[in-house]
């Protein structure tokens, strides 16, 4: 009996129509409860057959009743995104960046703009007249999941299973930058929609990957904003207003007189012998840095972890770390002569957050990793200070 209950029955003008009330009281209130959970409740008690199936059902009346032409309509607006970010230069900006890798695999797959998000939205926006909320979050994360597993090598075919869905042979295609892969295979989980609308491309000379120009870099903020620095100069050559429009809701190799997408034929010819960006540097480096990127993995999961229990600020500032890290490990694979500067910075940094608690390690790891932290900012001062000795030479 809850204490509400206890007081009353010892009270002595306690009576019946007072019980009745009570549990007329507490009966509403459940059903209440019952009714505001009860889309979730029937999401949860789905399984991923019945809601492939299109089995899963609302109880209300009128309510949303067949999941699998949801997911369907998912698929279907995410290969219009596709297929858009491809043809308009201004979406292109951002889908770029998950094209730009010159090796195919599941780490591909994690190659995401930053400001993709932006745009990608609106292509899903219909879906919010007829879609609860729950079950499309179901969808979308399902069709995002499928795709991960298609960005590799390994898998060459699949059978009868090539002429519905989106295999890792037809991406493969979509990531190449050959003449004969350029803006096919839009399709995220099937490929029958490139069969229907005449985007299809069967996977055929060796597919060599990345983007059409390469950009030859590893650092995070050259790849992610390289694009629109450059639509901006474009935008900029042009005096007619219809031309500064076309750099932006045209294909990225238009030109003034060029069909809307452009020509391919001006696309530089693919032999199937260039090889991937790879510079030049130091094995103890190539050491360093896998180190570092350990770390900066840890710090990544802690802040992830806490990040409702932590303020703001320190949410930001943590944040700006892990990219200022990002960004300084990109400049030492470059070998940029900047990198020692950076990462003499990033090291002073790291002390710090040591220092006041921001970053922890596992207790069997603190000295270890304080020792290494204390001789990587030594060995970047260094550096630092002979290439400042260099300068000033050479300018004297």
């Not at 998912?74 to 995104?81: T, V």
């Not at 070998?335 to 002073?348: D, F, G, K, W």
Request: with cysteine.
């Amino acid at each position: 009996m809850d204490t509400y209950h206890a007081a009353h029955w010892s009270d002595p003008c306690y009576s019946s129509s007072d019980e009745e009330e009570i549990r007329y009281r507490t009966t509403h209130q459940k059903r209440t409860e019952q009714r505001g959970n009860q889309e979730q409740r029937v999401l949860d008690s789905w399984t991923w057959e019945e809601i492939l199936d299109g089995k899963g059902s609302w109880a209300q009346p009128g309510e949303y009743r067949r999941p699998k032409e949801e997911l369907e309509a998912a698929r279907a607006e995410r290969r219009h995104y596709e297929e858009l970010a491809r043809e308009l230069n201004f979406l292109w900006a951002a889908h770029q960046v998950h094209h730009s890798s010159e090796y195919y695999n599941l780490s591909t797959a994690l190659r995401q703009s930053l400001t993709q998000q932006f745009s990608s939205w609106v292509f899903y926006l219909p879906m919010a007249l007829a879609v609860p909320p729950s079950v499309f979050a179901v969808h979308i994360q399902f069709n995002l999941l499928y795709q991960f597993w298609i960005h590799t090598e390994v898998i060459r075919d699949m059978g009868p299973l090539e002429w519905v869905l989106n295999t890792p042979s037809h991406h493969r295609v979509h990531h190449g930058r050959n003449e004969y892969c350029i803006d096919k295979n839009y399709g995220g989980a099937l490929i029958i929609w490139d069969r229907l609308f005449g985007t299809f491309a069967p996977e055929g000379d060796k597919v060599v990957y990345g983007l059409v120009h390469k950009i030859n870099t590893y650092e995070i903020l050259q790849i992610q904003f390289h694009y629109y620095k450059y639509l901006w100069r474009r935008f900029n050559r042009y005096k007619k207003i219809f031309n500064k429009l076309g750099v932006l809701w045209k294909g990225p190799s238009w030109k003034p007189g060029k069909p809307r997408l452009g020509d391919h034929a001006e696309v530089p010819e693919v032999t199937g012998e260039e090889l991937p960006y790879n510079p030049s540097w130091p094995l103890a480096l190539k050491v360093y840095v896998c180190i570092h990127g350990l770390m900066l993995l840890g710090v990544y999961q802690d802040l992830f972890e806490s990040r409702l229990m932590l303020s703001q600020l320190t949410v930001l500032m943590m944040t700006g770390y892990i990219l200022l890290s990002l960004t300084s490990i990109g400049f030492i694979i470059d070998q940029r002569p900047t990198a020692s500067m950076l990462e003499l910075l990033r090291c002073v940094l790291m002390v710090m957050l040591l220092r006041y608690g921001y970053m922890t390690a596992p207790a069997p790891l603190a000295v270890p990793i304080e020792a290494f932290v204390s001789i990587s900012l030594l060995y970047w001062g260094l550096q630092t200070f002979s290439q400042l000795i260099a300068v000033k030479k050479k300018t004297t």
